[in-house]
């Protein structure tokens, strides 16, 4: 194949151009003045969940095949790390906050995961080289989002850069909504 053929294939996607959407008006960023863009701006990677299907294996004069086994095949946490800390604290505590209402460190209560109110969406959106979100391209949701972990952060006296921590969350469905195709209706993991 030619050079000037694969040139004009068109430009690819770029590993730094992503943009994590949690909702403005969610109560734990809310609570703790946290605009969306600050919490956004502090989480360096993403790396959406994988998503696939459970599978059941066929038997048949000598050859095998697999067909669908009814059961999505995906695991339910997801994991942000290297999330960058503010000099003030807030995005940790953000993130503490949200963990002890679904379960409180301190008093051992198990919030309400159906009426608690602290699950809420996730937007992985791909970008552009502009640094602008593409027409037609949706990128991933994660639908009734929480934190059930809280990595430690570590200090150290040698130490350079942000002091960082990962948050793991768990999620009740996906939507996989990454470009749209004519043709094709998205359709939402259960």
């Known amino acids: 194949m030619k050079l000037s053929t694969v040139y004009k294939f068109g430009a690819d996607a770029l590993k730094p151009m992503f943009r994590l959407q949690f909702d403005p008006d969610f109560r734990f960023f809310k609570d ?4 969306a863009d ?3 701006f502090r989480c360096p990677a993403a790396e959406p969940p994988e998503s696939g299907v ?3 294996e066929i038997n ?5 095949f697999m067909r669908p086994n009814g059961k999505i095949d995906q695991e339910k946490t997801w994991t942000i790390s290297n ?9 940790l505590q953000a993130f503490y906050n949200w963990k002890n209402e679904a379960a ?6 198990i919030g309400d995961i159906v009426n608690g109110g602290f699950s809420t969406h996730v937007h992985i959106v791909p970008l552009g080289s502009d640094g602008e979100t593409k027409s037609g391209i949706e990128g991933w949701t994660l639908n009734e ?3 059930s972990r809280v990595a430690g ?35 939402s993991s259960l």
Not at 60 to 64: A, S
Not at 104 to 109: A, L
Not at 156 to 162: F, Y
């Open 32 to 35: 703790l003045s946290l605009s």
């Open 38 to 40: 600050e919490l956004a």
């Open 54 to 56: 459970g599978t059941y």
């Open 60 to 64: 048949w004069l000598g050859q095998k």
């Open 83 to 91: 999330i960058r800390i503010d000099a003030g604290y807030k995005v």
């Open 104 to 109: 409180n460190s301190v008093t051992g209560v």
């Open 145 to 147: 989002v929480w934190v």
């Open 153 to 187: 952060v570590s200090f150290e006296q040698e130490g350079t850069g942000a002091v960082t921590c990962s948050i793991t969350f768990v999620f009740l469905t996906s939507e996989e909504n990454v470009a749209q195709t004519a043709g094709l209706t998205p359709q």
